[in-house]
């Protein structure tokens, strides 16, 4: 079962949002890395998750998506696209995971990842 572990939001101005999000809610903000800002949104203790802010690629310019962990992206993407899916982002490889990025068929933006 997939299972939303994180949220990305995309913007042409990363720094700034970054900047809003942590003084408005106090959101610890990462030194970027890849211009991706990763964000914790509280304590552990309390029920939420953790996400990032990036600078948005042209095909998604601004906007929020879901992160969605499985057990194989590839399978997941496989069935997604048999399901109507469009790849918009294929399988990427990172140090500790590998992340692909996906378009429902209604037009939700959503990512994949399988941690390593």
């Known amino acids: 079962m997939g299972r939303v572990i ?3 939001l995309n913007s042409q101005e990363p720094e ?3 900047e809003f999000y942590a003084k408005v809610f106090g959101w610890e903000v990462a030194a970027p890395n890849w211009e991706y800002w990763a ?3 509280g304590d552990d ?3 939420g998750i953790n996400g990032g802010i990036a600078k948005g690629p042209h095909d ?3 906007g929020t998506r879901i992160q969605i962990e499985v057990d194989s992206i590839d399978e997941a993407i496989s069935t997604a696209k048999q399901n109507g899916a469009i790849i918009v982002r294929d399988k990427m490889e990172f140090d500790e995971f590998y992340l692909a990025y996906m378009v429902d ?3 939700l933006g959503f990512g994949l990842i399988q941690n390593k």
């Open 45 to 47: 203790e309390k029920s």
């Open 39 to 41: 964000v914790t949104t």
């Open 6 to 8: 994180g949220f990305e």
């Open 105 to 107: 068929p209604t037009g």
């Open 60 to 62: 998604h310019p601004f």
């Open 16 to 18: 700034k949002a970054a």
